[in-house]
């Protein structure tokens, strides 16, 4: 594999990485329908202020979601919708492989 090539990849995988956690997972489904503080989004998901600020943290730093300071607030929202369609993709992979499951027991 050339240099080119493993940068590209490393790239991928970093965004990838970043939204491998089931908060983060979360906080790109709840963004991707509408915007929010880090204080609604710390009642959603039931975490600590410092927690979810970790998680938006991850997720900016690589693109995936904005932040906008109005007064004392931050609000975010998602930078890259086309990510619901990778989600979308995902979907259809759970949904393939419960259907081979089911497939085995009946």
Same mark, same amino acid.
């Given at each position: 594999? %050339? !240099?080119?090539?493993?940068?590209? @990849?490393? =790239?991928? =995988?970093?965004?990838? #990485? ?6 983060? @997972? *979360?906080?790109?489904?709840?963004? =991707? ?10 009642? @959603? ?7 979810? /600020?970790?998680?938006? /943290?991850? @997720?900016?730093?690589?693109?995936? !979601? %904005?932040?906008?300071?109005?007064? /004392? ?5 998602? #930078?890259?919708?086309?990510?619901? +369609? *990778? *989600? /979308? ?10 259907? +081979?499951?089911? #497939?085995?027991?009946?």
């Amino acid at each position: 594999m %050339d !240099i080119k090539t493993q940068n590209r @990849l490393e =790239a991928k =995988a970093r965004i990838i #990485k970043a939204m491998a956690h089931p908060t983060r @997972l *979360f906080i790109v489904e709840t963004l =991707a329908k509408h915007e929010h503080c880090v204080c609604e989004l710390t009642a @959603l998901i039931g975490a600590d202020v410092s927690t979810v /600020s970790k998680h938006l /943290s991850i @997720l900016r730093e690589v693109g995936i !979601i %904005d932040d906008e300071k109005r007064g /004392s607030s931050v609000y975010y929202q998602l #930078k890259m919708p086309c990510v619901m +369609g *990778f *989600f /979308s993709c995902v979907d259809t992979v759970i949904k393939a492989n419960a259907q +081979g499951q089911l #497939k085995c027991i009946r």
